[in-house]
């Protein structure tokens, strides 16, 4: 675990941060981003593919195979993740189709411009990280190679699992068998146990003990918890900033804990940083290493030495 020392982060001026920022999201339009009824038919082919496999007992399988310490055993730093990371292109991603450093440093630029504190910048600068999994570093893992993960399940909006799907979540149809035979829906959907308003949860468990379609959200935060100098609203932004039917649309407030209230809030407070920053500069390629550069001490600061992956 790493030692606490190093940057130093006023806790208590976190939330006031954070009511300070939650105006502007609520007078954002929101029509220009996000805006799947004119989504490319790629980005339709990736959620019918995302709604068709991620089940439950998918996620509890590839958490024990990404996720777990024991499974994370390529030791490389921050920065070479980042930029490893950088070359994927979202394929869920309605809005543009940059590669990731893009939106990496666009989102981490917003938050500069915005007067913000220093974690958050680097928060914003490494929360997309985790989609190296859709690439083929880990398979260069000399201890346990693992395969590149489809795009499905590693992008796109998250949901809960082992519980009813909300209608909420983009394009819900496609969890449904197709009455023409044109898709196969979530095998989900036959569980009766998954098919409830708590599914098989506890009403009110929060949302730490909820299993959440795998993506990168999730792995970062685990690969980061413990080992890094940022607070923990970072962590929840991280792990929970694409989950959109919560966060934005309000769904599945049954399972929600009062203590959640923090953790939803960071998630929506960085909605300006990450989703509203995709139509801001793009950085050309010499300031794109002039950033990095920029970025390097202070990612050694935040995430020093190794971590495993």
Request: charged share 25%.
């Amino acid at each position: 675990m790493a030692e606490q020392t190093g940057p130093q982060i006023n806790e208590n001026a976190i939330d006031a941060y954070f009511r300070q920022v939650r105006p502007w999201e609520k007078t954002e339009r929101e029509e220009h981003f996000r805006n799947y009824d004119t989504a490319p038919e790629h980005v339709k082919e990736f959620y019918r593919q995302n709604h068709h496999h991620q089940t439950y007992q998918f996620v509890i399988d590839t958490e024990a195979r990404y996720s777990a310490r024991e499974s994370r055993t390529l030791a490389m730093s921050m920065m070479e993740m980042l930029v490893i990371s950088g070359e994927l292109r979202d394929a869920s991603d309605p809005d543009n189709d940059h590669p990731q450093i893009v939106h990496a440093l666009q989102s981490a630029l917003s938050v500069r411009h915005d007067g913000g504190p220093e974690w958050l910048e680097i928060t914003a600068l490494v929360h997309d990280v985790g989609k190296l999994l859709g690439t083929d570093i880990l398979s260069q893992d000399p201890k346990n190679p693992r395969e590149p993960l489809p795009q499905w399940a590693v992008v796109g909006d998250t949901f809960p699992v082992g519980v009813q799907f909300s209608e909420k979540i983009v394009f819900p149809k496609f969890f449904d068998d197709d009455p023409k035979g044109n898709w196969e829906g979530n095998p989900d959907r036959k569980n009766p146990d998954f098919n409830t308003p708590t599914g098989i949860y506890e009403e009110h468990t929060g949302l730490d003990n909820l299993k959440i379609s795998y993506s990168h959200d999730g792995y970062l935060r685990t690969v980061l918890e413990g080992e890094s100098r940022l607070p923990k609203a970072a962590f929840d932004m991280i792990g929970y900033h694409s989950l959109y039917p919560v966060h934005r649309e309000g769904a599945y407030q049954q399972l929600l804990h009062p203590n959640d209230r923090k953790a939803i809030s960071a998630a929506i407070g960085f909605n300006k940083h990450d989703l509203y920053s995709k139509n801001h500069h793009v950085p050309d390629e010499q300031e794109t290493i002039d950033l990095l550069n920029h970025y390097k001490p202070m990612l050694e600061d935040y995430f020093p030495g190794l971590l495993y992956w």
